[in-house]
């Protein structure tokens, strides 16, 4: 079956980076947007930010632009999460998630995607 696994989660202090990556398998990856979201501590699931089947379009959520950026690479079947700049308010379980693309622009709303990882824990202390 499908699999998307998330890594590179972990402690880190106010102010640091962190690279998330997303190992995808088990589909043909570059048909699908991947897109991240997060869950903080007692708060809904939201949207980080996602990336294009080629890579080619990238969307953001206005609490992360201009701090954190999402790649991709289609001949390992992976996607990344660089954070930069964090603050406590980044604080959750982040999830990858596989979105078959259908010709269609990446979305951001979390129940257009059909795949999904089991999440990362990112902490950041203040």
């Known amino acids: 079956q499908v699999q998307l696994v998330e890594s590179g989660g972990g402690l880190v202090q106010a102010g640091g980076s962190l690279r998330l990556s997303c190992t995808v398998s088990?589909?043909?990856?570059?048909?699908?947007?991947i897109g991240w979201f997060r869950r903080a501590p007692g708060k809904e699931r939201e949207f980080v930010g996602v990336?294009?089947?080629?890579?080619?379009?990238?969307y953001y959520a206005d609490s992360v632009k201009g701090r954190f950026t999402i790649s991709r690479d289609n001949a390992e079947n992976m996607v990344y999460l660089q954070m930069n700049s964090l603050t406590q308010w980044d604080t959750g379980v982040y999830y990858c998630?596989?979105?078959?693309?259908?010709?269609?622009?990446?979305?951001?709303?979390?129940?257009?995607?059909?795949?999904w990882g089991q999440g990362t824990q990112v902490t950041v202390a203040s």
């Open positions: 990336i294009s089947w080629n890579g080619g379009t990238t």
């Open positions: 998630a596989a979105d078959l693309h259908y010709g269609l622009a990446p979305k951001q709303r979390d129940y257009d995607y059909e795949y």
């Open positions: 088990r589909l043909t990856f570059s048909r699908y947007h």
